[in-house]
């Protein structure tokens, strides 16, 4: 059974680039059993996909992030990223790293979500 | 890419049947029968409760339902409980590895 746990800096200013992590447990995040989300949630609305990688490396994003965002794995320690450029109040969220099995059309398994709050 | 259409909130009585509907394309629901919904509480992740349009993933109670006609799916709750009050996501397969989500319903129950 994966788990998912995601850590971030909480507060950010304008301008700055999010980084937020993601650790897995309970399996390799190098696995081809596995595919790696990012979804957000912002405060009171609903829910976002922003994008997922595969084992094979291909990425994919949510067009409407134009092209501020990028997802990538590092394999030593078993964990992926979401770095967000330019960031600004409308991208105040939990952000959820979720995994996907591969093949499966769906998200099983969900971080508990970390909440990211940009403010001048 | 535009979100899926759902109602902001359904209520029901205990013991009654809710639906709720999710409106999305031919670029989307229409074309892939690979809708999901998601089970929300407030300040919880969210939690897979029915997947490829009509299945229920194991430990699901079988009053949770899934259809799909045209652009439209639903999520229906029978025998509606108590603890089914929580905020409901459906979600779409878009093509070419991408996904959409609805804009959430919150389920009441009176």
């Known amino acids: 059974q994966l788990q998912l746990q995601e850590s971030g800096p909480g507060l950010m200013k304008p301008s700055e680039t999010l980084s937020l992590t993601c650790t897995v447990s309970?399996?390799?995040?190098?696995?081809?059993?596995?595919?790696w989300v990012w979804v957000r949630q912002p405060p009171g609305k609903g829910l976002e996909w922003i994008g997922t990688?595969?084992?094979?490396?291909?990425?994919y994003y949510n067009p409407s992030l134009k092209s501020r965002a990028t997802i990538s794995v590092d394999a030593s320690r078993n964990q992926f990223s979401l770095n967000m450029n330019t960031v600004a109040a409308a991208d105040t969220a939990v952000y959820f790293c979720?995994?996907?099995?591969?093949?499966?059309?769906?998200?099983?398994?969900w971080g508990q979500g970390s909440l990211v709050t940009v403010s001048s | 890419q535009s979100a899926l259409t759902q109602p902001r909130s359904v209520s029901g009585s205990p013991g009654q049947s809710v639906t709720i509907s999710c409106t999305g394309t031919?670029?989307?629901?229409?074309?892939?029968?690979?809708v999901s919904w998601y089970q929300q509480y407030p300040g919880k992740a969210p939690k897979l409760t029915i997947f490829?349009?009509?299945k229920r993933p194991s430990g699901v109670p079988d009053r949770f339902s899934g259809s799909k006609s045209g652009n439209t799916a639903s999520l229906t709750i029978s025998g509606l409980q108590a603890e089914d009050e929580a905020d409901y996501y459906c979600?779409?397969?878009?093509?070419?590895?991408?996904?959409?989500f609805g804009g959430g319903t919150k389920v009441s129950v009176l």
């Open positions: 979720v995994g996907e099995g591969r093949g499966r059309y769906y998200f099983d398994w």
């Open positions: 990688i595969y084992y094979s490396g291909g990425v």
């Open positions: 490829d349009v009509s």
């Open positions: 031919s670029s989307d629901v229409g074309v892939y029968n690979y």
């Open positions: 309970g399996g390799s995040i190098s696995s081809s059993n596995y595919y």
């Open positions: 979600c779409s397969y878009a093509g070419t590895y991408t996904w959409v």
